[in-house]
Nanobody, 116 residues
Framework: QVQLVESGGGLVHPGGSLRLSCAASGFTFENFFMNWYRQAPGNERELVAGIRADGQYTNYADSVKGRFTISRDNAENKLYLQMDNLKPEDTGLYFC?????????WGQGTQVTVGD
């Protein structure tokens, strides 16, 4: 059974930091390109960051470049998103996503709220 379980969300003040984690099971994690997406109320889901299966290539949305860092641990089947200098516009439900050929899996999401 495929599972992607996100954790690490919460309420943080502007300028603060959070580290999201995604624990994967039920598939060969090391083969999959992994992504973080987010969705704010009333908005479409958007890609935040992605990382290649071997961890040697990453990409980021322009809005988070220089503030967020995606990483993975293939030995532990885990994906991470380090989020620094958070802004109110980073608020949303953050999803872990796995893609390989025609296979695609999603987690249930973890809520990030940036505000006073």
């Amino acid at each position: 059974q495929v599972q992607l379980v996100e954790s690490g969300g919460g309420l943080v003040h502007p300028g603060g930091s959070l580290r999201l984690s995604c624990a994967a099971s039920g598939f060969t994690f090391e083969n999959f390109f992994m992504n973080w997406y987010r969705q704010a109320p009333g908005n479409e889901r958007e890609l935040v960051a992605g990382i290649r299966a071997d961890g040697q290539y990453t990409n980021y949305a322009d809005s988070v470049k220089g503030r967020f860092t995606i990483s993975r641990d293939n030995a532990e089947n885990k994906l991470y998103l380090q989020m620094d200098n958070l802004k109110p516009e980073d608020t949303g439900l953050y999803f872990c996503n796995a893609k390989w050929w025609i296979s695609e899996y999603w987690g249930q999401g973890t809520q990030v709220t940036v505000g006073d």
